[in-house]
């Protein structure tokens, strides 16, 4: 069962630069109990993708539906059916973590008792009860991720909405929602995720749709979009910069791509399909033109590759927001992500 499904929607907002096309076609199925991973750099129509879909905004044209529910004519029974975890903590600040979850319940008209006891249990669920009972306004950003998390989750809903919610954290903070992401994966949800991080939607998706001009160009596992790229890329850093233009032709004949310089001069870097065979044929081939290395080694393709290889841009290219009341875009800065959350709390009930 397709427990999420788009077709053809698109949106176009109004600025004082002219129209910005944020979704030109959007198509996306989501199967039940499966992640789908949304990748692509700010501007590409992430945000406004997952508004259509959880009702915060009409599209232009096209369908969607959630769970066999239209989004826009079945509205209020959509939202009784998903949660949402946005770019931005949607909660009050001036509330413990406890009072906010069993302030999300009430809005649910779950009962009292419910509330506090379903609020309880999501406090422990992620590892929150030594600060459960604090104003979140002392949490770190990784305690407000996760109380966030946990207030979308309040209803066990059957479809979960998580717009980056890895944005600012750090490494183990990042690690430990992905756990919980797994485990509620694991249980049956049904997870639509964006991201900028190709390492989290390799860790985390079972399938990847990459987007860019507000519509789908590449779909797939993560290993089958990084085959598009190039199974590995080679590196090397130069001892003279004087000798690059010979050691351009080297990797030419191993890569799978055109070589590329850094800005220094000095680091060179190819796509190549058979990652260790490349590397030693092409150190030897160095070694023999009497060209001296700092280093040399492999790595894997980064989502900038990606989107190099299949836009004809990096993601720095691009680092407008497809949603016009982004806090990048937004003078009024908190007010801004206040009026935010207060949509995403309007949403949830």
Known sequence: MAMIE??????????????????TGLDLIVP?????????????????????????????????????????????AVR???????????????LTGFENLDMIGRLYHLGSRVSRD???????????????????????????????????????????FLDEPTTGLDPRSRLALWDIITGLVDGGTTVLLTTQYLEEA??????ISVIDGGAVIAEGTADQLKAQVGGHRLVVALVDEARADQAVEVLRRHGDSEPTVGADGRQLEVAV?????ALQRTLADLGAAGIELHDAGMRRPTLDDVFLQLTGHRT??????????????????????????????????
Not at 6 to 23: D, F, I, N, Q, W
Not at 48 to 54: F, R
Not at 317 to 338: L, N, Q
């Open 316 to 349: 720095a290219d691009d680092d407008t927001d497809d949603d016009p009341g982004s806090p990048d875009d937004d003078p009024a800065g908190g007010r801004g992500r206040a009026r935010r959350g207060a949509k995403k709390r309007e949403a949830r009930a």
């Open 32 to 76: 039940e109990g499966t992640v789908k991973a949304l990748l692509g750099p700010n501007g590409a129509g992430k945000t406004t993708g997952v508004k259509m879909l959880t009702t915060l905004e009409r599209p232009d044209s096209g369908t969607a539906t959630i769970a066999g529910l239209d989004v826009v004519a079945d509205a209020q």
């Open 6 to 23: 788009a077709r053809g929607l698109t949106k176009t907002y109004r600025s004082k630069s002219g129209p910005v096309h944020a979704l």
């Open 118 to 160: 379903r609020a309880r249990e999501l406090i422990d669920v992620f590892d929150l009860s030594a600060a459960g009972d604090r104003p979140v306004k002392g949490f770190s950003g990784g305690m407000r991720r996760r109380i966030d998390l946990a207030g979308a989750l309040v209803t066990n809903p059957r479809v979960l």
């Open 273 to 277: 399909t058979d990652g260790p065979t």
């Open 80 to 94: 009784r059916s998903i949660g949402v975890s946005g770019q931005y903590a949607a909660v009050d600040e001036n």
């Open 202 to 207: 390799d860790r985390l998706a079972d399938d």
